[in-house]
């Protein structure tokens, strides 16, 4: 994962995905995204099942990006196969989803220092403080909007932002 000494947007960073391929955000640029830090064993996984959702019915509106974390409650302990394979299972996910990623803390991946830093982002300072924060990205790669884990991803509060 990579991302230049001082990222413009998010589209400057590349990550992996869950495949193990290298993946440039520049890829979505000129759409919104909804980036996600998920888990697998939260409270909030059913979240998925919303996520994609979202993911078949505003797919031309926004672009879900999931990025499996294990920093709240070791939540996340399973290999990028294993995570793989529980959200097709599971929840029939579509979605990009990248490779299990820190989000949180020092060693935090350079897209959620990104983020989560208002001096890097111009907007907020939130970062993810559990599982399934959201970050709605607007179609030029900047941060729009944070979102807590408790909000839906297709409640009102976050479908409103995807339409402007």
């Not at 060693?107 to 982002?121: R, W």
């Not at 944070?146 to 839906?152: D, G």
């Amino acid at each position: 994962m990579s991302a230049p000494a001082a990222a413009g947007s998010v589209y400057d960073f590349t990550l992996q995905g869950i495949d193990g391929q290298s993946v440039s955000l520049r890829q979505y640029q000129g759409k919104k995204l909804l980036i996600v830090n998920t888990a697998s064993e939260c409270g909030y996984t059913p979240q998925y099942k919303e996520l994609e959702a979202l993911h078949q019915q505003y797919g031309n509106q926004v672009t879900v990006l999931g990025f499996p974390a294990n920093n709240f409650g070791g939540q996340e302990p399973g290999t990028d196969a294993q995570i793989a394979t529980f959200c097709e299972r599971n929840f029939g996910v579509t979605f990009p989803l990248f490779s299990k990623i820190s989000v949180a803390g020092a060693d935090a991946a350079p897209l959620f220092q990104y983020l989560g830093s208002k001096a890097q982002n111009g907007v907020t300072d939130e970062k993810p403080t559990w599982n399934f924060c959201k970050y709605l990205i607007d179609e030029q790669g900047h941060v729009q909007a944070f979102y807590p884990s408790k909000v839906s991803p297709t409640g009102p509060e976050l479908l409103a932002a995807i339409r402007q």
